[in-house]
């Protein structure tokens, strides 16, 4: 197998903490929740890529302003997001089931629907040709350590959205937007100050952030050793919690989070 045939994937750093995603294969390339066109155009010139597709997961500005300009820059590229009567472009509408084929059919994407941040979230699993593991690219669902706030969802609707991300393959690779771990584990361990796992991922996020380097991509394997909500059936964050139901314990968390 070539290298040429792998797929790479790259992050971006945008704005003050985002991260976007450019997969790239072959010469051509999709970029995942492009707040900012700038440094996506960049990375394109330098890498002399054609944008074949952007992918959306949510509406908020973070993730779709650098869109226009994109298009203006790469008009062939095809646009899939979850439906938004806002948007200013045009798209093709993903919902839960979709499928996407990408880089001719060598990378497959299912689209999950994961409502809690925002009521019209998405996330896309990628499965490449090229490679057994799977790729999760979550937008602001689930964080390293962590999950996003909750503007327009429930408790309910986050609680099962994470839930749904839990059944992937432990092995997946998580692509987070935000670099947020670090923040996350100091909650997680203001919680759990002894827990062991914990205590070995704030040490191995350290030395990355130190380095300059991503602590993304994260695994689920990873997250559900360490990530609160994703362990709310533990007695552990029952007892901090003082709740039981595993429903009521995230929702504790997340206020708690939401404070921190």
């Not at 790259?10 to 900012?36: C, F, K, R, S, T």
């Not at 045009?90 to 880089?103: E, G, I, M, P, R």
Request: net charge negative; with cysteine.
């Amino acid at each position: 197998m070539s290298d040429v045939e792998m797929l790479e994937i790259i992050p971006i750093p945008a704005l003050e903490d985002n991260y976007i995603w450019l997969l790239v294969q072959q010469g051509h390339a999709v970029v995942v929740d492009p707040g900012d066109a700038a440094p996506v155009i960049s990375a394109l010139t330098q890498g002399n890529y054609i944008l074949d597709a952007i992918l959306v997961t949510h509406h908020h500005g973070d993730h779709t302003n650098g869109i226009a300009a994109l298009l203006e820059h790469s008009p062939s590229a095809q646009v899939y997001s979850p439906h938004n009567p806002r948007f200013s472009f045009d798209y093709q509408t993903v919902n839960a089931d979709s499928s996407l084929s990408l880089f001719g059919d060598s990378l497959m994407l299912t689209v999950l629907s994961v409502p809690g941040h925002t009521l019209d979230h998405v996330a896309y699993v990628g499965e490449s040709k090229f490679d057994d593991k799977k790729q999760l690219f979550c937008g602001d669902t689930l964080f390293g350590a962590g999950c996003g706030r909750l503007f327009e969802g429930t408790p309910a609707q986050m609680f099962h959205s994470l839930q749904q991300l839990a059944q992937l393959p432990v092995d997946t690779a998580i692509y987070c937007a935000h670099e947020y771990t670090a923040h996350n584990l100091r909650f997680a361990l203001s919680l759990q100050p002894t827990h062991a796992s914990l205590l070995a991922r704030q040490a191995a996020t350290t030395a990355l952030r130190a380095q300059g380097l991503p602590s993304l991509p994260s695994s689920l394997a990873l997250e559900l050793a360490t990530n609160p909500f994703l362990r709310c059936h533990e007695p552990g964050l029952q007892d901090v919690t003082k709740m039981q139901e595993p429903l009521e314990v995230f929702t504790q968390l997340r206020q708690m989070r939401n404070r921190f």
